[in-house]
């Protein structure tokens, strides 16, 4: 009942907030600099978000609940943020096919204007909900939201143990390392480039959807635990946050698990982790205790690591993630046998791995690279031809390499207007090598793989 409370108080902040503001993710929340007297580079790589240097992933699990700010400002728990685009594919979308009120290619976006009550609430509580609009859509959704509504540190023996609570809406937006995939490269992306047609549930599927709530505990700064649970919300509330089933609903709840240790020494970080989620959904969405036709289930393991220096001119950093995810789809498989007659079996799995690695000079000049793929069995019921989105194999293999280029002027702690002026210009490049099964004519109707590489140009301004 408390979590529910919780969670209920939250979407009722967000959407109040969020239509007052009209104006992907909480990254570098200014309020959160002014809270604690410190600039943004002193929590994130680049000195803007989401990458988190040690000082920031101690601040998010402790709570978000520490101090050292003055004047009104550090009382304050109000930012906001928008982040605008161009966006360019290689080859243009089908006269039709393209989003909604855009050109078939080389469009400007509005991506998201975003509020945030970002803030300490006691010593032993704080957090994040994040409202926010898009023109892509025309859209107003409850975005992220990571609630610690108690957090406290015990003295076991000659061990120092943070423990706490989180009430999230999205697996993994609680998690402090960069490797996870909430807050892992690319931190922003086109929203309006085609893009592969099979994620694992780790990766996003149930992001805003769902209500999570675990405990944690931080041991000696080193060992990292995390243990809960999280369930689809009903059809009556998606609908009043702007947000989807996704993959379905969960009848029951869907266990979380999250290990992680971390070292540090000599202005150097490093971390290795794993993380296993499982949950079993009717694909029909609908808050519904029985499922005509199956349901589906999804359990994925993940392994990630990474490693940071930390030079008062140079930082480098690097991550990495693998997940495994099994997937019996007795709902999809059997829906769809019985709408074409055939018979296919339910047992899947699918494979997600992306390295990524950046380097920054004085916070300012950043370059980052990664290389990611995803591979499966084929399915033709999941994956069936169609033009731009679509799989003519039924396959779901992806291949790409992203590169981008960044620069922010603003959010260093002795910059113009800091910490409320915060800038980051970016261009990004993503290059296809094989798209949703294929190299060529992957998806039954001629494009290339090669015709979905985008050129993405952003501009990012937080306050």
């Known amino acids: ?6 969670y209920q108080l939250a979407v009722a902040l967000g959407v109040l907030l969020t239509g007052l503001a009209v104006s992907p993710t ?21 000195a803007f978000g989401p990458q988190l240097t040690p000082f920031g992933r101690a601040f998010k699990v402790e709570g978000y609940t520490a101090q050292g700010g003055d004047g009104l400002a550090s009382q304050i728990p109000l930012s906001a943020m928008v982040l605008g685009s161009f966006n360019q594919t290689a080859t243009s979308y089908p006269a039709g096919s393209q989003p909604q009120h855009y050109g078939v290619n080389n469009n400007l976006s509005l991506d998201q204007i975003s509020v945030f009550l970002a803030g300490r609430v006691s010593d032993y509580a704080g957090g994040f909900v994040q409202g926010t609009w898009s023109d892509v859509n025309n859209q107003t959704h409850l975005d992220q939201m990571d609630l610690r509504p108690f957090t406290t540190t015990l003295d076991v023996g000659d061990m120092q143990v943070r423990i706490g609570v989180t009430v999230n809406n999205t697996p993994g937006v609680q998690d402090p390392y960069n490797s996870s995939f909430a807050w892992g490269f690319p931190y922003v992306a086109s929203v309006l480039a085609p893009v592969p047609a099979a994620t694992p549930l780790l990766a996003g599927r149930l ?20 243990a809960g649970a999280y369930q689809t919300h009903s059809p009556w509330l998606l609908a009043r946050e702007g947000n989807n089933f996704g993959p379905g609903s969960t009848p029951g ?37 029985t499922a005509v036709n199956g349901r589906d289930s999804y359990t994925d393991y993940s392994l990630d690591a990474g490693y940071q220096f930390l030079g008062e001119r140079d930082v480098i950093s690097i991550y990495g993630i693998y997940v495994l995810e099994r997937q019996s789809l007795a709902g999809t498989i059997n829906a769809a046998n019985i709408a074409n007659g055939t018979s296919f079996g ?13 380097y920054w000079y004085q916070n300012t000049y950043g370059f ?7 591979w499966g069995n084929a399915n033709t019921s999941v994956f069936s031809p169609n033009p731009v989105t679509g799989s003519a194999n039924g396959k779901p293999d992806t291949d790409a390499f992203l590169l981008e280029a960044d620069w922010v002027p603003f959010g260093k702690g002795d910059s113009w207007g800091a910490p409320f002026a915060n800038l ?8 296809y090598t094989k798209f ?14 090669a015709a979905n590489n985008t050129i993405y140009a952003f501009a990012w301004l937080a306050f």
């Not at 339910?346 to 950046?358: D, E, F, K, M, V």
């Not at 980051?424 to 290059?431: A, E, I």
């Open 26 to 46: 909480a990254e570098a929340v200014p309020s959160f600099a002014a809270q604690t007297g410190q600039p943004c580079a002193a929590c994130h790589i680049g």
């Open 424 to 431: 980051k210009l970016g261009l990004q490049y993503v290059m």
């Open 1 to 6: 009942m408390l979590a529910k409370r919780v």
């Open 207 to 226: 992001a805003n959807n769902t209500t999570g709530v675990t405990a944690y505990a931080w041991i000696d700064r080193g060992l990292y635990l995390e």
């Open 436 to 449: 949703n099964g294929g190299t060529s004519n992957y998806d039954g109707s001629g494009r290339n793989a």
């Open 253 to 289: 709840a869907a266990p979380y698990l999250r290990a992680a240790y971390e070292w540090l020494w000599n202005g150097q970080a490093a971390h290795i982790g794993a993380t296993y989620m499982q949950a079993t959904v009717n694909p029909g969405g609908g808050r519904v205790t």
């Open 346 to 358: 339910n047992g899947y799995t699918l494979s997600h791995g992306r390295i990524s690695a950046s």
């Open 368 to 374: 980052s690279a990664a290389w990611q793929k995803t």
